[in-house]
């Protein structure tokens, strides 16, 4: 499938001149601008709230924020995968998660309390959600997924940009990044794979015990 992708890569830039590669590298890096700007605007909204539950809640229900912009390579092959045309306007059309931030939070609760205030902000419109926390993947993979569109404000000019925002605990975040490393891309026997995606769905399982766990402990402290 690699070498497929890499083929037709290949084929797309060869049936263009090169006034038009040169025009479409100049266009897409002002069309990732605008993700690059939809990341900052989300992140800013993120800190902020970060900011007002620790004068309401007097804790920081945010770990980390962490941010991603997809290459220009890694969109080429989800377009050719997918179908759609190698063009900037099927980028915007088809293609939702070229801007992504990641929020990892402390409780289970507070992925949806900060869901809850994103998406009630005026300026934001929430577009899909994929809750693999109350219905996780076979894998036993857990977060909560958003689509959402901001307003970017440019020289004379407003548009709008789709982002992916997940949400996920500190737990979901660490299995998640072992899962990658121990499953993507891995030459192994399906007698050893079928073997590391039982352990790990039972590690995700008892993950989930541990977040759910440590929420009745928060809860019991606060209404002490």
Known sequence: MKTEIKEQLKT????KTEEEIREMIENAHGLMSYYRCAILEIETKFRVLNEQFSISFERNPIESIR?????????????????????????????????????????????YKLADCLINQDDITLVSMKDYIKNPKENGYRSLHLIVEIPIFLVGEKKLVKAEVQLRTVSMESWSNVEHSLCYKKDISPELKAETSKKLLEYADACNKIDLGMQELRERVENR
Do not use: M, W
């Open 67 to 111: 941010t991603r912009l997809k290459t220009p390579h890694s969109i080429q092959e989800k377009l050719i995968r997918r179908g759609f045309p190698l063009t900037l306007e099927s980028i915007e059309e088809n293609l939702y998660d070229i801007a992504g931030i990641r929020v990892i939070c402390t409780y289970i609760d507070d992925i």
């Open 12 to 15: 797309a830039f060869e049936s």
